[in-house]
């Protein structure tokens, strides 16, 4: 068992023009209740004043280094090979963390294998949106990742050693690479969680282009393939190959093309009466473009959720909002 008084964490940031968000981000790990930590910020070329944004905050545990614009999984494993210690929390750098993110989670640490998450929060401005609550076990994550990451960046703590061992990011990928790290990292590792809400994502879909959106469902979906479909002969693939139909469907739901999807359920008619979510999903796919983009972005499946949470006063998202009410209340 480690001694946890006496770990030391590498916290990690890569950032690309974020410079608007960083104060609030970097204020949010360099008020961690556990202080044993360097916080490396990898800046990936940005051309936004970030630099000049970072000269203003002074704290002797950051190393803060730029390079020329090579992407983010290239900074990422620029990072990864530049910290000093085995335990690597990530944040990105339009996050927050609340206060007590680092003590919580390394309370849990036990072997090189752990990976460690936490629930987490949406926020759009000044206001939670949603919850995102880790899966109960490792086998029910396993059930997500076929067609979702599930697990947001800024809440994973891993050792790096074992990143290492898997090829660490895939630096082909323009973006959801923490995806493609996370389906080979999960069924080898120890999953464990802080059962809190301990990191607050910010949504941002309004500032991404039609290009960026488009982009990283392209990318999505070619990680699918690659892991879980006979098509791409993925490593995971013989656990699905049941579900081959049923997961293609879906993906052309998520990330491909809607009619592709309900050409599939037409075809099974087996499968489109499989369960309820299906049938809805079949006639949503009847909408025009634009308002099935909105229900696709909507997730109010979990904004239900989070109304029904506070209807019965859930005691731990209530604090958590506590605590992001009164670090946005002058910040953001």
């Not at 790096?160 to 080979?184: A, W």
């Not at 696709?296 to 006063?313: A, G, H, P, V």
Request: include cysteine; charged fraction near 30%; aromatic fraction near 12%.
């Amino acid at each position: 068992m480690l001694i946890h008084e006496a770990l030391s964490i590498s916290v990690l940031m890569t950032t690309y023009n974020d410079g608007k968000f960083l104060e609030n981000s970097i204020g949010s790990v360099l008020r961690q209740t556990y202080p044993n930590f360097e916080f490396v910020i990898i800046d990936d070329g940005s051309m936004d004043g970030t630099e000049k944004t970072l000269s203003k905050v002074y704290d002797k545990r950051i190393r803060y280094l730029k390079m020329d614009h090579l992407g983010r999984s290239k900074a990422l494993n620029y990072g990864l090979r530049i910290c000093k210690y085995d335990w690597v929390a990530l944040i990105d750098a339009d996050d927050i963390w609340h206060p007590n993110k680092l003590e919580k989670q390394v309370m849990l640490i036990r072997s090189d294998r752990d990976v460690i998450f936490t629930h987490t929060l949406f926020f759009r401005e000044k206001t939670i949106e949603f919850p995102l609550k880790c899966p109960q076990s490792k086998s029910d994550l396993m059930k997500l990742l076929p067609l979702h990451g599930h697990m947001t960046n800024s809440s994973i703590i891993y050792n790096r050693k074992y990143v290492k061992e898997l090829g660490s990011y895939n630096e082909s990928l323009t973006n959801s690479e923490d995806y493609d790290l996370l389906i080979r990292m999960i069924p080898n590792s120890t999953y464990k969680y802080a059962d809190d809400y301990l990191v607050f994502y910010r949504l941002r879909s309004k500032s991404l282009s039609s290009y960026s959106v488009q982009e990283t469902k392209r990318n999505i979906r070619s990680i699918q393939i690659k892991y879980f479909s006979k098509k791409g002969n993925g490593v995971l693939g013989k656990t699905y190959v049941d579900e081959e139909e049923y997961l293609d469907s879906w993906r052309e739901y998520f990330y491909g093309n809607k009619k592709n999807a309900r050409k599939i359920w037409l075809s099974n008619k087996k499968l489109l009466f499989k369960d309820y979510k299906i049938i809805l999903a079949f006639i949503i796919t009847y909408l025009p473009d634009s308002l099935y983009e909105i229900s696709l972005e909507s997730r109010l499946k979990l904004r239900i959720k989070y109304y029904l949470k506070k209807f019965i006063r859930d005691e731990k998202l209530l604090n958590s909002e506590k605590v992001f009410k009164s670090i946005v209340k002058d910040n953001l």
